[in-house]
């Protein structure tokens, strides 16, 4: 990471947001999550229809984090895949881990909502970052 460029921010936001529909899908997490949420199965088909517009917001969400992730690889001097898988994690387990640890403390859901959670979003930032470097 030596400047911020537009086309790796945006490759990193789509595979955020296409590690989300596999991390979610019912196959894998997503069934956990909708019992574990306690969503309707009304809630899930209205979600369904306005999946277009949340996935359109998720990449913007998720280049936002690129962004800002590249500024502290080039703070940090990243400039390999080891440093880079560092990066992701440091960043997660120093902004997102404790953050989301607040549905357990506070909204007394399941320790298992928060793994599925934020783990998600661990294996984005490493790769996220992984990408950014290259």
Avoid at 33 to 52: D, H
Avoid at 77 to 85: E, L, M, P
Avoid at 91 to 104: E, Q, S
Wanted: contains cysteine; hydrophobic residues 60%.
């Amino acid at each position: 990471m030596i400047e911020v460029e537009f086309l790796p921010i945006f490759f990193a936001g789509v595979v955020s947001v296409v590690i989300g529909f596999i991390w979610y899908h019912p196959k894998v997490f997503g069934s956990a999550w909708v019992r574990l949420t306690n969503l309707s199965p009304e809630a899930v088909e209205k979600g369904k229809k306005r999946m277009p517009l949340m996935a359109f917001i998720g990449l913007f969400a998720s280049m936002f984090v690129a962004y800002v992730m590249n500024y502290f690889g080039i703070a940090w001097g990243v400039y390999d895949v080891i440093g880079a898988i560092e990066l992701g994690f440091w960043c997660w387990i120093g902004f997102v881990a404790p953050t989301m640890l607040g549905i357990v403390l506070w909204e007394q859901k399941a320790f298992k909502l928060y793994l599925i959670n934020s783990l998600y979003w661990l294996v984005s930032f490493v790769i996220m970052a992984i990408i950014l470097v290259f």
